[in-house]
């Protein structure tokens, strides 16, 4: 066949030039970094969306003070059974899809919450806007896929960093949006924000081809989401039903047998929902569990501080503070994550992730014993949750980035959504524990028991304890490990040569 036959002669006329630039045109890091972050900021915004009216929801739905308490708890619950499950399926079906049907099920429960004025149909809008948490695992790792190396620690960090920001920062909007609007206005602008979100994700966020094969593993998202279930609603509501009562200790011991037979499932399946043969690998198994720690500490300042900011002043412990002033109070520990993570990037690039960990929890630590003295103003409580934030912003940027390191690229997703099941863990386990000093060391009060100085000095003490427990986890973190190391699965540069994916483990310093 000779050079000028037509199976051989460039196909000049089949696309034009603007056509060609348009399949190699590419979206910058940043756009991609920022779209991914605000993504992030919205899903994380359903934290904290109705804690402005928690108090007032028995009144406006009709129901009991127990029941109400249901809004925010089916949330957390949902976030941490369904963020593991959309991992895997992002890692199958392609992380991005799955970011877009979570931001979508973010906008329909916001509107089914919208539209509610009774118990259930509430409950239901928050359990899908709970789902809707798994898109910052998600996003984490799409970052992974489509950033240029030399830009991923940064993003990873900045994107981590929404979880405590968005909360932080929609806690004042939504409390003053409950004291001076209908309160159905917060999941209407929910459900706005998510279909902005949806919209951007769609048109900025390009498709990955990194796939893992296999087939879904249907029984074990049963068997965790069963496990998980039965374990963090003991946990949250063993204060409320009594420890020892049949009903928690049967929903506790049943929870823990689910989940040691779902691992024993799992270890026999060839494509398990978690591969946990990577989990109890000693970087990812120590990392783990050392964000556990991270979000125990962290969620003392959500569930302490407000306690202290707005007790009444009558009993020499409260600042006497309101709702709008006490979130204001918070916010800056939330703003202080965002600030710290170019910091946290450029600390894990230069020393390793781990190092930013024990530092992170080292200063979480610190800010809690300095608790003892900084609980008799407001700016000194401001001052705390300031320096707890910072501490978490160390943290809380190392964690996926420890992980990712440690993984396939093939499972990241997946595993990201194992380690926010863990930062709920320890979230679950600190509001359970606070609420059980708060409510036994009392003293009497004019409306009732309020705590007392001593009950604030075991809180932050405990919390100081478990986030020196989290540096002493980092430090079994190897300094050296077997590191997956890959190039993003999309073109990175412009123009039309494509960077390959490889999955071959490299010797890291960590």
Not at 76 to 82: F, G, N, P, V
Not at 231 to 247: D, F, I, Q, R, Y
Request: charged fraction near 10%; include cysteine; glycine fraction near 10%.
């Amino acid at each position: 066949m000779s050079a000028s036959s037509p199976e051989l002669a460039p196909s000049t006329s089949v696309l034009t030039d603007a056509e060609r630039r348009r399949l190699t045109r590419r979206p910058s890091d940043r756009a991609m970094i920022a779209v991914l972050a605000a993504a992030g900021l919205v899903a994380a915004f359903m934290q904290t969306l109705v804690v402005p009216v928690i108090p007032h929801l028995p009144e406006l739905l009709d129901t009991t003070s127990a029941d109400a308490q249901w809004v925010l708890s089916s949330t957390l619950l949902a976030a941490a059974i369904s963020t593991p499950i959309s991992g895997r399926l992002g890692d199958m079906y392609g992380k991005r899809r799955m970011v877009l049907v979570l931001l979508g099920i973010l906008v329909m429960g916001s509107l089914i919450s919208a539209l509610s004025v009774t118990l259930i149909p509430m409950l239901i809008g928050r359990i899908l806007q709970g789902i809707s948490l798994g898109v910052i695992a998600l996003g984490i790792s799409v970052l992974r896929d489509v950033i240029h190396p030399k830009n991923l620690a940064g993003a990873v960090a900045l994107v981590s960093a929404t979880l405590g920001v968005g909360g932080a920062v929609g806690l004042p909007l939504a409390a003053v949006i409950a004291q001076n609007f209908d309160w159905h206005l917060l999941f209407w602008l929910a459900a706005l924000l998510g279909a902005g979100s949806f919209v951007l994700v769609l048109s900025i966020i390009p498709v990955s081809t990194l796939r893992t094969g296999g087939s879904f593993d249907y029984a074990g998202a049963v068997g965790l989401a069963i496990g998980l279930t039965a374990v963090l609603l003991a946990v949250s509501k063993g204060t409320e039903w009594g420890w020892t009562s049949p009903v928690t200790l049967s929903i506790l011991i049943g929870g823990v047998v689910v989940l040691v037979l779902w691992g024993f499932y799992e270890l026999r399946r060839t494509d398990p929902l978690v591969d946990l043969r990577v989990t109890a690998r000693r970087p990812v198994l120590f990392t783990n569990l050392a964000s556990i720690s991270v979000g125990f500490a962290f969620f003392v300042t959500s569930a302490a501080l407000p306690v202290l900011l707005e007790s009444p002043t009558t009993g020499g412990v409260g600042l006497g503070q309101s709702l709008i002033t006490t979130s204001l109070c918070l916010m800056p520990g939330g703003l202080v994550m965002f600030l710290v993570s170019p910091l946290a990037a450029r600390l894990s690039a230069t020393k390793g992730p781990r190092v930013s960990l024990i530092l992170g929890s080292a200063i979480i630590a610190c800010a809690f014993g300095l608790g003892f003295l900084l609980m008799n103003e407001v700016w000194q409580v401001l001052l705390l949750s300031t320096i707890v934030g910072a501490g978490t912003g160390f943290a809380y940027s190392a964690l996926p980035t420890l992980i990712m390191h440690s993984v396939p690229p093939t499972e990241t997703a997946a595993a990201n959504g194992l380690n926010s099941v863990m930062r709920t863990l320890g979230s679950t386990t600190s509001a359970t524990l606070i609420g059980i000093i708060l409510a036994t060391q009392t003293m009497p009060g004019a409306d009732g028991p309020l705590p007392t100085a001593q009950a604030f000095h075991t809180i932050f003490f405990v919390a100081a304890g478990v986030a020196l427990s989290g540096v002493l986890l980092a430090l079994f973190i190897p300094r050296r490990e077997r590191q997956y190391e890959h190039t993003a699965s999309i073109p990175v540069h412009t123009g039309m040569v494509p960077v390959q994916t490889g999955t071959t483990p490299v010797q890291s310093a960590g």
